[in-house]
């Protein structure tokens, strides 16, 4: 069984850095994908970054040149560093990886339990 665990979270002020990791126990397959999710209070979970096996990247528009996602396979880990943080990026920040299932990846199956990051004015 695999566990995501994130760390790095917490608060910062408004043109700040933070970078998130998330490690994982157990495998995860280096030709899978991992993700970084977020939720704000009273909003839905919104998609903050994703990774593929390949090493493809997307953003959103909202973190595009801000935000930097990276993995070390070696070490089982996932990371977002966060720069010209914003208010509205407060939010509580989750991992989540693909599982492995033959020669299949099945999508974001493993997810943490989430870290909090706050961004005040």
């Known amino acids: 069984q695999v566990q995501l665990v994130e760390s790095g979270g917490g608060s910062v002020q408004a043109g700040g850095s933070l970078k998130l990791s998330c490690a994982a126990s157990?495998?995860?397959?280096?030709?899978?994908?991992m993700a970084w999710y977020r939720q704000a209070p009273g909003k839905e979970r919104e998609m903050v970054s994703t990774i593929g096996g390949d090493g493809t990247t997307t953003y959103p528009d909202s973190g595009k040149g801000r935000f930097t996602i990276s993995r070390d396979n070696a070490k089982n880990t996932l990371y977002l560093q966060m720069n010209s943080l914003k208010t509205e990026d407060t939010a509580k920040y989750y991992c989540?990886?693909?599982?492995?299932?033959?020669?299949?990846?099945?999508?974001?199956?493993?997810w943490g339990q989430g870290t909090q990051v706050t961004v005040s004015s």
């Open positions: 157990g495998y995860i397959f280096s030709g899978c994908g």
């Open positions: 989540a990886a693909d599982a492995v299932n033959g020669v299949h990846c099945v999508h974001l199956h493993y």
